[in-house]
Nanobody, 125 residues
Framework: QVQVAESGGGSVQAGGSVRLSCVVSAYTFSSKCLYWFRQALGKQREGVATITTAGKQASYADSVQDRFTVIQDGLAKTTYLQMNNLKPEDPAVYYC??????????????????WGQGTQVTVSS
C-alpha cells in the first residue's frame, strides 16, 4: 500500500511564497504520477500540478502556471510544490496524491488512488 504524507503550508502574505513537501512511502506502478490538488472552502477539488515519479515531465493547471513549480527529488522520495506569488484565490487545503496516470501520462485531471491528509495554506492580504 502506497502511503502519502504532506507537510509545510501555513499562513503567508499575498505575493509571498511557501513550499509544500510530500513523501511517498513506495514507488510502484500504481504511483507513476505524483500530484498536487487543492480544495478551497465551498469549492470543488482542483488538480494544480503533476509530475512523473522519475521527475521527467511536469504539468500545471492554468491557474498556477508560471507561479507554482513541482520538483521531484527521487533520491529522497520527496516531491515539493514551490508556490510563489501567492494570490487571494490560492488559499485551500493542499493534497499530495499518487496514481498511475492514463496512457502513460500524468495530467492534473487524473483521479489518483492514494492521498495524503492535506495541509492548509492561507493567504492574507
Amino acid at each position: 500500500q502506497v502511503q502519502v504524507a504532506e507537510s509545510g503550508g501555513g499562513s503567508v502574505q499575498a505575493g509571498g511564497s511557501v513550499r509544500l513537501s510530500c513523501v511517498v512511502s513506495a514507488y510502484t506502478f500504481s504511483s507513476k504520477c505524483l500530484y498536487w490538488f487543492r480544495q478551497a472552502l465551498g469549492k470543488q477539488r482542483e488538480g494544480v500540478a503533476t509530475i512523473t515519479t522519475a521527475g521527467k515531465q511536469a504539468s500545471y493547471a492554468d491557474s498556477v502556471q508560471d507561479r507554482f513549480t513541482v520538483i521531484q527529488d527521487g533520491l529522497a522520495k520527496t516531491t515539493y510544490l514551490q508556490m510563489n506569488n501567492l494570490k487571494p484565490e490560492d488559499p485551500a487545503v493542499y493534497y499530495c496524491s499518487a496514481g498511475s496516470g492514463k496512457w502513460g501520462m500524468c495530467r492534473v485531471t487524473d483521479e489518483p488512488n492514494f492521498w495524503g491528509q492535506g495541509t492548509q495554506v492561507t493567504v492574507s492580504s
